[in-house]
T-cell receptor, first 113, second 115 residues
Framework: AQSVTQLDSQVPVFEEAPVELRCNYS??????LFWYVQYPNQGLQLLLK??????LVESINGFEAEFNKSQTSFHLRKPSVHISDTAEYFC???????????FGGGTRLMVKP | KAGVTQTPRYLIKTRGQQVTLSCSPI?????VSWYQQTPGQGLQFLFE???????NKGNFPGRFSGRQFSNSRSEMNVSTLELGDSALYLC??????????????FGPGTRLLVL
């Protein structure tokens, strides 16, 4: 069985500061990793994903995540956050068992002016 | 292209009733997955349908069921509602051909309140 742990349920940060949202997973097989973002009263939107190749993946809005197989982590980072980044962020894995994502508990990013 | 649509957006039911939720995937997508989101349990996978067949199933009781039509639209049904079924139900669609690598596109969800 696979599982995903997001170590921080809430992360408060000031605007223009850097941020890291942590994600660790456990799986006995190869995994594919995703970060989704959920804005209030909306569904989830894909931020970025790791399937293979370069371990550093980037999104169009400045977020990046690095796949670390030895530490079974896929932490999400942004060097400078904006107020508009305030949302809940979910890390998810898919372990080659079909279209079945296992999600972490979510991290609420709160960007303060 | 229109996104994933879910109807209704909000629903109030009482214990013991049943409910049917609907999901229309993005045009051309043949896979539809359903997830339940609650504050206590987070996001949990319910089931996935591809070409009218259930391809994957999560760990939910038999009161939760679904189906998919030939146009890829999907419905999920919950019978004998319990208070704990109050949740946001999210539907996601994808092409379904390279399942575990594909991006799933989520709808806005149906918020169900059971009284």
């Amino acid at each position: 069985a696979q599982s995903v742990t997001q170590l921080d349920s809430q992360v408060p940060v000031f605007e223009e500061a850097p941020v890291e949202l942590r994600c660790n997973y456990s799986s006995s097989v190869s995994v594919y990793l995703f970060w989704y973002v959920q804005y209030p009263n909306q569904g989830l939107q894909l931020l970025l994903k790791y399937l293979s190749g370069s371990t550093l993946v980037e999104s169009i809005n400045g977020f990046e995540a690095e796949f670390n197989k030895s530490q079974t982590s896929f932490h999400l980072r942004k060097p400078s956050v904006h107020i508009s980044d305030t949302a809940e962020y979910f890390c998810a894995v898919n372990n080659n068992a079909g279209n079945m994502l296992t999600f972490g508990g979510g991290t609420r990013l709160m960007v303060k002016p | 292209k229109a996104g994933v649509t879910q109807t209704p957006r909000y629903l109030i039911k009482t214990r013991g009733q049943q409910v049917t939720l609907s999901c229309s995937p993005i045009s051309g997508h043949r896979s539809v997955s359903w997830y339940q989101q609650t504050p206590g349990q987070g996001l949990q996978f319910l089931f996935e349908y591809f070409s009218e067949t259930q391809r994957n199933k999560g760990n939910f009781p038999g009161r939760f069921s679904g189906r998919q039509f030939s146009n890829s639209r999907s419905e999920m049904n919950v019978s004998t509602l319990e208070l704990g079924d109050s949740a946001l139900y999210l539907c996601a669609s994808s092409l379904g051909l390279a399942a575990f690598q594909e991006t799933q596109y989520f709808g806005p969800g149906t918020r169900l309140l059971v009284l």
